[in-house]
């Protein structure tokens, strides 16, 4: 990744494409939006930001899923 970002600090013109860039290419070579964001020293918001105007699809969210409860009282 390039140099961080200050905390705050806005981007824009070539720096912004220079990152949106090098942050795609991590989230598509399998990097989380959380991992990219401490690496670049962006929010979290900033970099899912990014990924939606770079046009890049994102992930699902991972974790296991519980099953759906049946309400208590009703039969299965």
Known sequence: MSEAVKKGERLSGERREKLAKEIAEGYQAGRSIRQL???TGRS???VHRL???TG????GRGGA???KSTPPGSKS
């Open 37 to 39: 964001a401490a690496e």
């Open 44 to 46: 979290y918001g900033a």
């Open 51 to 53: 990924l939606v105007d």
């Open 56 to 59: 890049v699809p994102l992930r």
């Open 65 to 67: 899923r519980r099953p």
